[in-house]
């Protein structure tokens, strides 16, 4: 038996998943990934699944395509009880393996940036992010003494249409937006 050498987690975790509900009675897990390709998630090493603020180091074993989900067996998981325990964990890795983006931008660059209109007006701050299939959604939190009285603005994220600029050093985005709406 190989003795493990314990990993520190990242300071700057990023999510790319989650496990889920145990498969089978081996001690493999169903992996729900939010990168852009499913299988993609397995490139990013190593991974870290989190739950509650806590973080602990986790190897992968194996993995494969079962119909149409995608199956883990992590080192030391050999029992449907164990894997069990780890449903819903969030499976993090070090947000600095993440390639550099010309043109685009990650989520997490966004959140906590201020967004403007093209008046000056101040919509809030990017809180979380959707994704609606057509297009993303920026969930802005408005500011507490809003002239319209809005808690949370939904803005579409249209490069160029909606969204007309990105300054990501000054974290603040200008759109072309009714502050109304």
């Known amino acids: 038996m190989s003795k493990q050498t314990k990993l520190v987690p990242p300071t700057t975790p990023i999510v790319l998943g989650k ?28 991974w870290f699944i989190q739950n509650s603020g806590q973080s602990q180091h986790v190897e992968i074993e194996d993995w494969k395509h079962h119909n149409k989900d995608i199956i883990v067996k992590l080192v030391g998981v050999d029992d449907r009880d164990t894997a069990t325990l780890l449903t819903n964990f969030e499976i993090a890795v070090d947000s600095t393996q993440l390639p550099e983006l010309e043109n685009e931008y990650y989520w997490k660059d966004l959140m906590g940036c201020h967004v403007v209109t093209l008046q000056g007006y101040d919509l809030g701050v990017i809180t979380d992010m959707m994704e609606t299939g057509s297009n993303d959604v920026l969930v802005i939190k408005a500011n507490l003494k809003d002239a319209f009285g809005i808690k ?19 974290k603040l985005l200008e759109v072309d937006w009714d502050p109304g709406f």
């Open 19 to 46: 496990l889920g509900a145990a498969y089978g009675i081996r001690g493999w897990l169903k992996v729900f990934s939010s990168t852009e390709n499913a299988e993609s998630i397995f490139e990013y090493q190593p």
């Open 152 to 170: 949370e603005r939904l803005v579409p994220f249209l490069d160029g249409q909606v969204i007309k600029k990105v300054d990501l050093q000054a």
